[in-house]
């Protein structure tokens, strides 16, 4: 069996590699021309890349690699490309390169400043990719192949009978001629291929001849119609990091039986070609380390591209955007910051063994960062109104008075706020019961509770509508608890103990506001393994609109990306649909991983309901 490594001995083994490099000076060093601000001409040269293709938006998993490129090359003084692979122009948009630019500098991945190389595209460099092409061509390296992708995956043969299309021995200068003709699109799409000549026999079946360049009729976001043949991911993956100087290509595990043809295809450009360029073919062209590791890869979470577009437009989502998705557009919308999910790809580390890391580190990372950083205000979801009905005596009715209540316990020069407290509230429907079980520390009839910041109160008496439903809850307040405090001893030096707290918002100075409750996208651990299909285990119950929520006053002039801890419920964010008297919030995560929780209580019982959130008003 193979043995793990651990996540910070793999980076730590990524950091020697380049260590070595430098002190060989495998890749020299950077000229006065290549420093931007910051740099020293001299350092020696590391460079890395993101290489996007532009046919959807950024996931979670994409940050690993983000946060993995850019982070060498600042911890190294080089450079970080963002690179857009736009070889398949009929699924790349605009649309994606527009959001994969911000998402990657919202990331923190800088392509642009001291530590950037700056944006680069695959299409710029698709006239030197074929004139390479027809290089190995006239070497005998490569041929023109007229079988579509059926026959060809037919005719690849097994581990013991290496098959060989029927054209593999076209001489150069027919394929140089058929090549020419693809290119002048004399040829419908999939009439012809052009195949590297590599090895039928190999075990690897990466390196059976693979596709170059296939026809594609298609517009190009960057190249309009300038071509109508398209170079393959592994021609053109090599060629990109060779142009841009690319000195170490990370990529994930897949990319690992790809290793020997990314290398072969440098390596075959290189025959006849020399160090001082006296060779054939002129001088040697660059060829890049390639180095792999795990994907990023969560629990409850699909991150497939396809499938993520599908229930886009299906509409099962809002959008790329809707917060339960896992694009960075996503989980940016939902509330998660930036530093968030960059903690979280460096807890879980680099590695060479795939996994799947718990969903529930990631909601970790939000929440220990919010709970320092976000400030707290009351919010109720679910509207009860409470009426103290002594509020009158020895006074007005309608009077205010304003508590002082603590920003953020973990930020003291956070200080306090004042809040209204008036003689109506509302307290969330589940903090009241009218018949509770045992262990109920919230309200019911008899029975007291401390407002937080607030006042003891005590339920005497309830109003019901027609239906026998609560509509009011009665209650009276003692005035020696101001502020929540504990009463002072009775004249028998008894003491008077509550074991409940509940939050409040005042009926009458308040702040109405549509609250979004988000839940996780898949209600399966791992989706579609029970049944096969990812659709089976969307979770019916990730998402839902409470259009009533009454929030302390001052929200009403939130901003959008404003993050608040809304007592007891969680954290919730700004959205982007809010505009003038009308907020609208979002649950960023709740305030503890209840998942955990109900999942190891229904461990092993078939069939188990998907376990919700901590819902408004749970159990404390």
């Avoid at 996540?7 to 950091?15: A, F, Y």
């Avoid at 593999?168 to 003709?181: A, W």
């Avoid at 040697?284 to 437009?313: C, D, G, N, W």
């Avoid at 919030?585 to 901590?614: C, H, I, M, Y």
Wanted: net charge neutral; with cysteine; aromatic share 10%.
């Amino acid at each position: 069996m193979r043995a793990r490594i651990a996540p910070e001995l793999l980076r730590k083994h990524l950091e020697q590699i380049i260590d070595a490099d430098n002190a060989a000076g495998k890749w020299g060093q950077l000229s006065p021309a290549e420093c931007t601000s910051g740099q020293t001409p001299g350092t020696p040269r590391v460079h890395t890349r993101f290489p996007p293709e532009p046919n959807g938006y950024l996931h979670i998993g994409h940050a690993k690699s983000i946060c993995l490129n850019y982070g060498l090359a600042e911890q190294f003084g080089g450079k970080f490309n963002l690179r857009f692979d736009d070889t398949n122009p009929s699924k790349e948009e605009q649309e994606y390169v527009d959001a994969i630019k911000e998402d990657v500098a919202w990331l923190g991945g800088a392509y642009e400043g001291k530590f950037g190389g700056g944006i680069f595209w695959a299409s710029d460099y698709f006239a030197q990719m074929y004139a390479w092409a027809e290089e190995l061509v006239t070497k005998g390296l490569a041929y023109v192949c007229d079988l579509n992708a059926e026959q060809m995956s037919q005719m690849r043969g097994d581990l013991k009978t290496p098959a060989r299309s029927p054209h593999r021995e076209r001489s150069p200068q027919e394929s140089l001629d058929l090549l020419r003709r693809m290119k002048a699109g004399e040829f419908p799409d999939g009439a012809k291929t052009l195949r590297a000549k590599i090895d039928l026999a190999s075990p690897n079946f990466v390196l059976r001849d693979p596709v170059m360049y296939r026809i594609v009729h298609a517009p190009h976001h960057n190249t309009g119609d300038a071509w109508c043949i398209y170079p393959m991911y592994d021609w053109a993956h090599c060629l990109e990091d060779s142009i841009e100087g690319i000195t170490h290509s990370i990529c994930t595990l897949e990319f690992r039986n790809n290793r020997p043809l990314y290398d072969w295809f440098i390596d075959a450009i290189n025959q006849g070609r020399t160090a001082d360029g006296s060779g054939k073919y002129a001088t040697l062209v660059h060829h890049p380390q390639q180095i792999e590791f795990a994907k990023l890869k969560l629990t409850y979470t699909v991150m497939s591209k396809r499938f993520l577009l599908q229930i886009v437009k299906d509409g099962r989502v809002s959008g790329w955007d809707d917060p339960r998705m896992p694009t960075l557009r996503g989980m940016r919308r939902r509330g998660y910051t930036a530093t968030s999910i960059r903690q979280l790809c460096k807890d879980v580390g680099v590695t060479t063994q795939d996994s799947v890391i718990d969903v529930g580190r990631l909601e970790n990372c939000l929440r220990d960062e919010l709970n320092k950083s976000a400030p707290r205000r009351m919010a109720v979801l679910r509207p009860l109104k409470l009426r103290i009905v002594n509020w009158g005596e020895g006074g007005a009715a309608d009077r205010v008075e304003m508590m002082n209540a603590i920003n953020n316990p973990e930020d003291q020069s956070a200080g306090t706020r004042p809040v209204a407290f008036t003689g109506e509230l509302f307290i969330e429907r589940d903090d009241f019961m009218e018949n509770p079980p045992k262990k109920f520390f919230r309200l019911a009839p008899g029975a007291e509770v401390r407002l937080r910041y607030g006042y003891w109160v005590r339920c005497v008496d309830v109003v019901k509508d027609a239906a026998g439903n609560v509509t009011e809850v009665l209650c009276t307040y003692d005035p020696q608890t101001r502020g929540g405090d504990d009463p002072p001893p009775g004249p028998d030096g008894t003491v008077r103990k509550v074991k409940g707290t509940i939050h409040w918002v005042s009926a009458t100075r308040n702040a109405k506001a549509e609250v979004r409750v988000f839940d996780r996208l898949f209600s399966a651990e791992t989706p579609g393994e029970r049944t096969g299909s990812f659709f089976d285990d969307l979770n019916p119950n990730s998402l839902e609109v409470l259009r009533d929520a009454v929030l302390e006053e001052s929200l009403a002039q939130a901003k959008h990306g404003e993050r608040f801890q809304f007592e007891r419920l969680g954290y919730f964010c700004v959205d982007q649909d809010s505009r003038p008297g009308a907020v609208v919030f979002n649950r960023s995560v709740t305030l503890k991983d209840t998942w955990a929780k109900e999942s190891a209580k229904d461990a092993g019982k078939p069939g188990a309901p998907a376990p919700q959130g901590s819902q408004p008003g749970a159990k404390k």
